[in-house]
């Protein structure tokens, strides 16, 4: 249980949380990706099945620790603060969007955090040492929680969502509104001070 709930609460858990006390929003499933909001739950049910999988049947396996597993976090995090500065450059968001709460979450916490847990969690459940039907049930079904959230950001390319709202920092309140993000995405024009770089409003990555 504390496996489900430790990816749980780095997402969509504290993206949550943020999004509410700092962004002033409750997350909706018409502003957010398919990824975010339903994959990710399911890579905390992989991550809680090869944890349980390694610890009830006693199982010896591979340790994710020491050099393994900054291996599992420090290039998650490199790529995570490359993908934000190439999605400004490219105008899938504005810098305004990326200097949000739920953004920075995603690109220096997700990215790393969720890498180490959910893969860690997948090699022990894979390299452990327990037999019978029961070991191939439990990979099945952490090898189908990933299909899933591979499937979901597959969705989210095809059918882009906002995402992230414009923010600021000094007074602590986002820019616009997600709806505003919304019609501005069917062609609208945002409000000046949300539009902090130069790109069409139109979101393609989580």
């Given at each position: 249980?504390?496996?489900?709930?430790?990816?749980f609460?780095?997402?969509?858990?504290?993206?949550?949380?943020?999004?509410?006390v700092?962004?002033?929003?409750?997350?909706?499933?018409?502003?957010?990706?398919?990824?975010?909001?339903?994959g990710?739950?399911?890579?905390?049910?992989?991550?809680?099945?090869g944890?349980?999988?390694?610890?009830s049947q006693?199982?010896?396996?591979?340790?994710?620790?020491?050099w393994?597993?900054?291996?599992?976090?420090?290039?998650?995090?490199?790529?995570?603060?490359?993908q934000?500065?190439?999605?400004?450059?490219?105008?899938?968001?504005?810098?305004?969007?990326?200097?949000?709460?739920t953004?920075i979450?995603?690109?220096?916490?997700v990215?790393?955090?969720?890498?180490?847990?959910?893969?860690?969690?997948?090699?022990?459940?894979?390299?452990?040492?327990?037999?019978?039907?029961?070991?191939?049930?439990?990979?099945?079904?952490?090898?189908?929680?990933?299909?899933f959230?591979?499937?979901?950001?597959v969705?989210?390319?095809?059918?882009?969502?906002?995402?992230?709202?414009p923010y600021?920092?000094?007074?602590?309140?986002?820019?616009?509104s997600?709806?505003?993000?919304?019609?501005?995405?069917?062609?609208?024009?945002?409000?000046?001070?949300?539009?902090?770089?130069p790109?069409?409003?139109?979101?393609q990555?989580?």
């Amino acid at each position: 249980m504390w496996a489900f709930l430790a990816v749980f609460a780095v997402s969509p858990g504290a993206p949550a949380l943020l999004a509410l006390v700092l962004e002033r929003r409750l997350l909706r499933p018409r502003h957010e990706f398919t990824a975010f909001l339903y994959g990710d739950p399911a890579l905390a049910v992989s991550c809680a099945a090869g944890v349980w999988l390694t610890d009830s049947q006693r199982a010896a396996s591979v340790p994710v620790t020491g050099w393994p597993a900054v291996a599992m976090t420090v290039p998650p995090l490199v790529f995570g603060l490359w993908q934000g500065r190439w999605e400004v450059r490219t105008g899938l968001y504005t810098r305004a969007q990326l200097l949000s709460p739920t953004k920075i979450w995603h690109q220096a916490v997700v990215y790393p955090l969720l890498t180490y847990l959910v893969g860690s969690s997948f090699l022990r459940g894979v390299t452990s040492g327990a037999e019978g039907p029961l070991r191939w049930v439990v990979l099945a079904v952490m090898a189908g929680c990933l299909l899933f959230w591979i499937a979901a950001n597959v969705h989210d390319r095809r059918h882009p969502s906002t995402g992230h709202p414009p923010y600021e920092w000094r007074q602590l309140r986002p820019l616009a509104s997600m709806d505003a993000m919304v019609r501005a995405s069917a062609h609208e024009t945002l409000p000046d001070a949300a539009r902090n770089s130069p790109g069409p409003g139109v979101n393609q990555r989580p």
